[in-house]
């Protein structure tokens, strides 16, 4: 398998539709517990990322997804993804399908960050606010080559500042891209069909 940053393998796996593109606000200092999150997460990736290939997947999946929990509002980023069917799912359904999102997006984070080169991370200290959220900008540098853009969109909620969208290259959204397959497996069957291509995908992903 290749490296994790020899091509665009990484970005392509995790988010997939352009937005197009905006005037952004400036940036200012951001306060500590809005950039913790995002620090907590490149240090699980990092030690995902030194395990490697000699630890099995479902070690690596075991060693990510606590940090997945404490990072991501993985409630708010499938009600985003789905859309109004949501709220108006019974909840044994939801649960069903929160399941099966979080086996998605933390098979899908192991399986794009699988090897370390001496890639650095660097998070910039300055945000970006967009209406009650804040955009935390992040770079991933290799040994050699170009590094590419990640920034994590956060909003502020009972349990404090998490992760509720992922933009690569400061412009490619993964909910976008979420919204759209999401919503089509939901019209054709269900909130079932949904559950089981996440869980097929996470099978893929692990295989």
Same mark, same amino acid.
């Given at each position: 398998?290749?490296?994790?940053?020899?091509?665009?393998?990484?970005?392509?796996?995790?988010?997939?539709? /352009?937005?197009?593109?905006?005037?952004?606000?400036?940036?200012?200092?951001?306060?500590?517990?809005?950039?913790?999150?995002?620090?907590? !997460? %490149?240090?699980?990736? !990092? @030690?995902?990322?030194?395990?490697?290939?000699?630890?099995?997947?479902?070690?690596?999946?075991?060693? !990510?997804?606590?940090?997945?929990?404490?990072?991501?509002?993985?409630?708010?980023?499938?009600?985003?993804? /789905?859309?109004?069917?949501?709220?108006?799912?019974?909840?044994?359904?939801?649960?069903?399908?929160?399941?099966?999102?979080?086996?998605?997006?933390?098979?899908?984070? /192991? #399986?794009?960050?699988?090897?370390?080169?001496?890639?650095?991370?660097?998070? #910039?200290?300055?945000? @970006?606010?967009?209406?009650?959220?804040?955009?935390?900008?992040?770079?991933?540098?290799?040994?050699?080559?170009?590094?590419?853009?990640?920034?994590?969109?956060?909003?502020?909620?009972?349990?404090?500042? @998490?992760?509720? +969208?992922?933009?690569?290259?400061?412009?490619?959204?993964?909910?976008?891209?979420?919204?759209? +397959?999401?919503?089509?497996? %939901?019209?054709?069957?269900?909130?079932?069909? !949904?559950?089981?291509?996440?869980?097929?995908?996470?099978? #893929?992903?692990?295989?």
């Amino acid at each position: 398998m290749a490296t994790l940053l020899s091509s665009r393998r990484m970005i392509l796996t995790l988010t997939m539709a /352009v937005l197009g593109p905006a005037v952004l606000p400036p940036c200012a200092a951001a306060d500590e517990a809005v950039l913790a999150p995002t620090h907590q !997460l %490149i240090d699980g990736l !990092l @030690r995902v990322m030194k395990a490697g290939h000699n630890t099995p997947f479902s070690q690596r999946f075991s060693m !990510l997804a606590p940090v997945i929990d404490q990072t991501f509002d993985l409630t708010t980023i499938l009600n985003l993804s /789905v859309g109004a069917t949501w709220q108006s799912m019974p909840p044994d359904q939801q649960a069903i399908l929160l399941q099966a999102f979080r086996r998605y997006t933390v098979s899908s984070y /192991v #399986n794009s960050f699988d090897n370390y080169s001496g890639q650095r991370f660097v998070v #910039n200290p300055e945000t @970006r606010t967009v209406g009650n959220e804040q955009v935390v900008q992040t770079k991933i540098i290799p040994v050699a080559g170009e590094g590419h853009e990640l920034d994590y969109v956060m909003r502020e909620g009972p349990a404090g500042w @998490r992760i509720v +969208d992922v933009l690569a290259d400061g412009a490619i959204s993964r909910v976008a891209v979420q919204r759209s +397959d999401f919503r089509q497996l %939901i019209r054709q069957g269900g909130a079932s069909a !949904l559950a089981q291509n996440l869980e097929a995908k996470s099978a #893929n992903l692990a295989g």
